[in-house]
T-cell receptor, first 115, second 113 residues
Framework: EAQVTQNPRYLITVTGKKLTVTCSQNMNHEYMSWYRQDPGLGLRQIYYSMNVEVTDKGDVPEGYKVSRKEKRNFPLILESPSPNQTSLYFC??????????????FGQGTRLTVV | DAKTTQPNSMESNEEEPVHLPCNHSTISGTDYIHWYRQLPSQGPEYVIHGLTSNVNNRMASLAIAEDRKSSTLILHRATLRDAAVYYCILRDVDLGNDYKLSFGAGTTVTVRA
């Protein structure tokens, strides 16, 4: 089954404690990205990757890092989480070769609370 | 990104069709019209997309105006499972980040049993 898998689904952490949210897709997609969703602000892109070793900032990259060492994985790293990073996070993937009409697949989300 | 305008909310009865409008008066010739939906407590889910012609798939139909300044997502027979937020998105390929999805507020669809 084609899917994007995020882990963990729920996470409560303390300010400053480094954490990683993993994202893996099984569709051989080139493009992967991270979004955060906040009430009243909708979904905003954090980082994206066009392919292995190619990453770039989205609209709200401050406080986040990513890496793309393998095509299937795109972890989101919070080196020093702060309470304003409390949010619902989604990973997504899509084909690049499919062109502009290609659909994106989203993970189930990770609800992060930083206290 | 080209902007879309959708109603905040719509209600429907189960088994009846739902027509969700989207205005995109500043659409460019290369923008694809995409629809996604987000069910409660889930990630967004692709519904349908089109460029100029009307499109049908197992989930819905997309009717695109001749001037492309508006479109309508049609759910032919709403079920309770169709209750979600529906997003109309234009894919703008000229900004470098061609595969980014710019989500607006969407339309919250409520389906009454």
């Amino acid at each position: 089954e084609a899917q994007v898998t995020q882990n963990p689904r729920y996470l409560i952490t303390v300010t400053g404690k480094k954490l990683t949210v993993t994202c893996s897709q099984n569709m051989n997609h080139e493009y992967m990205s991270w979004y955060r969703q906040d009430p009243g602000l909708g979904l905003r892109q954090i980082y994206y990757s066009m392919n292995v070793e190619v990453t770039d900032k989205g609209d709200v990259p401050e406080g986040y890092k990513v890496s793309r060492k393998e095509k299937r994985n795109f972890p989101l790293i919070l080196e020093s989480p702060s309470p304003n990073q409390t949010s619902l996070y989604f990973c997504a993937s899509s084909l690049v070769t499919g062109g502009r009409g290609t659909e994106a697949f989203f993970g189930q989300g990770t609800r992060l609370t930083v206290v | 990104d080209a902007k879309t305008t959708q109603p905040n909310s719509m209600e429907s009865n189960e088994e009846e069709p739902v027509h969700l409008p989207c205005n995109h008066s500043t659409i460019s010739g290369t923008d694809y019209i995409h629809w996604y939906r987000q069910l409660p407590s889930q990630g967004p889910e692709y519904v349908i997309h089109g460029l100029t012609s009307n499109v049908n798939n197992r989930m819905a139909s997309l009717a695109i105006a001749e001037d492309r300044k508006s479109s309508t997502l049609i759910l032919h027979r709403a079920t309770l499972r169709d209750a979600a937020v529906y997003y109309c998105i234009l894919r703008d390929v000229d900004l470098g980040n061609d595969y980014k999805l710019s989500f607006g507020a969407g339309t919250t669809v409520t389906v009454r049993a």
